[in-house]
């Protein structure tokens, strides 16, 4: 598994803060005002949609090297986005892995 990141921490950015066309995609969010998002590559994105990595667990091997990442969401069978939250949980770190 390869993962691409440029090692950057990104702000999170909160619904208010979003354009209507955005907002529109979380409609199931009640308080979208107060939820944080984070934007990659143009997308906008609900952390909270996102799995947790396995840390200290076993694991399939595949998933093994993700231990390092917070969570990851697939974009398909063979690729997906991971995220590291910062230490004061207001910037995540994005990166691509594929398979």
């Not at 917070?70 to 986005?81: E, K, M, R, V, W």
């Amino acid at each position: 598994m390869k993962i691409i990141t440029n090692n950057q921490f990104r702000s999170l950015v909160y619904g208010y803060e979003l354009t209507d066309k955005q907002r529109a995609d979380f409609d199931y969010i009640d308080d979208i005002d107060a939820h944080e998002f984070f934007i990659y590559r143009g997308n906008v994105y609900d952390p909270a949609e996102f799995m947790r990595c396995p840390q200290g667990e076993p694991a399939r091997q595949e998933l093994n090297e993700l231990a390092d990442w917070d969570g990851y969401q697939s974009d398909s069978y063979f690729s997906g986005i991971v995220i590291k939250y910062s230490d004061d949980m207001e910037q995540v770190k994005i990166g691509l892995y594929l398979s």
